[in-house]
């Protein structure tokens, strides 16, 4: 790309083009390069990098656990109150400014483990003259209790799914936030995906890496085949069976959709991949109320080169329990997932490094026909980045203490206990399936 042509691409990326749907054809090659009129942004998505995230899932958020997490540098936690209803508060007691790490939770109230500070639902102090010491009397409790509130965050719970209105703005007053965005906006099930359905497996993965790169990886479905095609058990997902597609990518206010076709009409499509900012992929195959296979993956970003991602796989077929109990195929799907994601991981850590080194930039990278995707992803990314700021709401620096930073991510491929702790299962119950008919012989015997 020359330097004019570059210049004219920067351009366009910071203009937008006006258009509320557009759905382009596109013959890929594995050797086309974009054209400039490929180059259009999508900046017509409604969504910002600040609203709605499934920050967990239901199943995660154990009634009497405190659930830690961050946003965008911030930390904060999820809790269950006495209705069983999901909170999401800011990690800071009001008291004196502690976190509720290793707090507890009593009849749903949340408590400061520094002073004994206990919470309501809706954030009052409601044991304000028995912080520490009864016996001492505070005369002015009564004035002090009126400031004493967690800051808060709207928090919804939807088809398995915690999720968390994020602006970077917490309050003491719920009724004080503006919502600016639709939770249906996010819900995969206002696409046509009729989620009760199905059954699904579900794990969690925590990357040391760049958010942005971590999402930008699960748009890029072509990777499977070189990255993943020893792994996935797909005889047409390999190394040796790399091809070219056709992709039809539609843009609207609310997704970005890329449908890929084989050339080869008898095998039809292939996949189809959906963006629902701010962080929401979607991947299946044929129409959305009839795919019997059906993978969303949300993206949390805790920190600077710290991100967690939801996996959830929904399939139409293999929902007989005992069935799915005896062939092991929770934990064979588990372990899957995780040799998948451990595949990516280098990857995202170098391009993590490479991104905030300054290397991908210009001239350093040369995108494809078939990375149009990726391209409208970044525009849309480029353009939320400047309008919402999201990593100038909680900036850390070299003097900001990195208490939360350096917390053990708990999920793999970043921490391998749950990865080892699912092989020994399965080890475990092999052996067990194969002492049960031993035994039975053994007593006909």
Known sequence: ????????????????????????????????????ESLQPSNQLEGGLLGWYAACSSKSLRTGQIYNFSMYNEPLILYRDKDDNPRCVKDLCPHRGASFIGGDLEDGELICPYHGARYSSKGECTNIDRITCS????????????????????????NGYIYIYYNGKSKTDLAEFEINY?????????YGFNTPEYKYEEVTVDF???????????????????????????????????TSFNQKIKRESRQIESKYNHKEIDKGEFITIKFIPPGRVVIYKGDE??????????????????????????????????????????????????????????????QSFNQQMGYIEKDNVKLLGEDKMVQYYWDWLNNALKRDKP?????????????????????????????RANNRDIYLKLILRLLVPIGIVLIII
């Open 1 to 36: 790309m020359s330097e004019e042509e570059l210049n004219r691409f920067n351009s366009l990326s910071l203009s937008g083009d006006g258009r509320n749907n557009e759905t382009e054809n596109i013959n890929n090659t594995n050797s086309s390069t974009l054209s400039q």
């Open 135 to 158: 016996h001492i009397v505070d005369t002015n409790y009564k004035n002090y209790a009126k400031k004493i509130h967690l800051s808060q965050y709207p928090c919804k719970e939807k």
């Open 182 to 190: 639709s939770l249906e906006n996010t819900l995969v099930e206002s």
């Open 208 to 242: 040391k890496a760049d958010w942005a790169r971590i999402i930008e990886n699960h748009l890029d479905i072509l990777h499977i085949f070189w990255v993943h095609g020893e792994t996935i058990p797909d005889k047409d997902v390999s190394r040796n069976v790399i």
């Open 289 to 350: 109320s009839t795919a019997r296979y059906v993978q969303v993956l949300d993206h949390i970003p805790l920190a600077e080169n710290r991100a967690r991602v939801i996996v959830r796989h929904y399939r139409k077929f293999l929902k007989n329990k005992i069935f799915t109990n005896l062939v092991m195929f929770k934990e064979l799907q588990h372990r899957l997932f995780y040799k998948v994601f451990s595949e990516d991981y280098m990857i995202l850590k170098t």
């Open 391 to 419: 990593w100038q709401l909680n900036p850390t620096d070299s003097h900001t203490n990195k208490v939360h930073r350096d917390m053990p991510m708990l999920y793999p491929p970043e921490n391998s206990t749950l990865d």
